[in-house]
């Protein structure tokens, strides 16, 4: 246990549902970051915070997807009308300022239907 | 895409060294080399990083050539439990890191 939580640890839904992924990283880490993981791959950048503020957008980050920090505590991901690509595993990481260790929640695993 | 090579696979006897090579020939001088591992279906976990010197840690110990074009990760003793796949990055302190496949380690009894 890394002191990173993810809620859930697995999403069934259908094609079209919109689904929200909660992240919970170490309470004095500044830095938060989400991946995304497919099958076979290494886990591919999102996007990222520093505090509440957005600092960085992937190119894989479609108009569907947004990320929030609103109190530069907890994240969510929110992925709306999904489609089946969007299957993967949704991994949180958080960084502790002036540190270089990035440390991973266990992911969420999304199977869109 | 990933700024490192590593070789798809590698086998250890248990109770050996482990030896993880990866070349970074494009690494910029401010960057650093950090390993990661990923046990089956967990988040990835760090293990160590260096910036020109060697580093040690408990978990393993990371050579870096003298002109970091490449490293090695050495596991000194491997156990079942260290099967998982091996990240090899190249990057900055707080910036997103950028995964490649990894190498798959299989720590065989």
């Known amino acids: 246990d890394t002191g990173v939580s993810q809620d859930p640890r697995h999403k069934i839904t259908k094609r079209g549902q919109n689904v929200t992924f909660r992240c919970d990283p170490i309470?004095?880490?500044?830095?938060l970051y989400w991946y995304r993981q497919t099958l076979g791959q290494g886990p591919e950048f999102l996007t990222y915070?520093?505090?509440?503020?957005?600092?960085?957008k992937s190119r894989l980050l479609s108009d569907r997807f947004s990320a929030e920090r609103p109190k530069g505590s907890f994240s969510t991901l929110e992925i709306q009308r999904t489609e089946q690509g969007d299957s993967a595993m949704y991994l949180c990481?958080?960084?502790?300022?002036?540190?270089?260790?990035?440390?991973f929640g266990p992911g969420t695993r999304l199977t869109v239907l | 895409d990933a700024k490192t090579t590593q070789p798809p696979s590698m086998d250890c006897a248990e109770g050996r060294a482990a030896n993880l090579p990866c070349n970074h020939s494009?690494?910029?001088?401010?960057?650093?080399v950090y390993w990661y591992r990923q046990i089956h279906s967990q988040g990835p976990q760090y293990i160590i990083h260096?910036?020109?010197n060697n580093e040690t840690n408990e978990m393993a110990s990371l050579i870096i050539t003298e002109d970091r074009k490449s490293s090695t990760l050495i596991l000194p003793h491997a156990t079942l439990r260290d099967t998982a796949v091996y990240y090899c990055?190249?990057?900055?302190?707080?910036?997103?890191?950028?995964f490649g496949k990894g190498t798959r380690l299989s720590v065989i009894a």
């Open positions: 990055i190249a990057g900055s302190g707080n910036t997103p890191l950028v």
């Open positions: 309470s004095e880490h500044n830095r």
């Open positions: 260096g910036l020109k």
């Open positions: 494009t690494i910029s001088g401010n960057e650093y």
């Open positions: 990481a958080s960084l502790e300022g002036g540190r270089n260790e990035q440390f």
């Open positions: 915070f520093q505090n509440e503020a957005q600092l960085e």
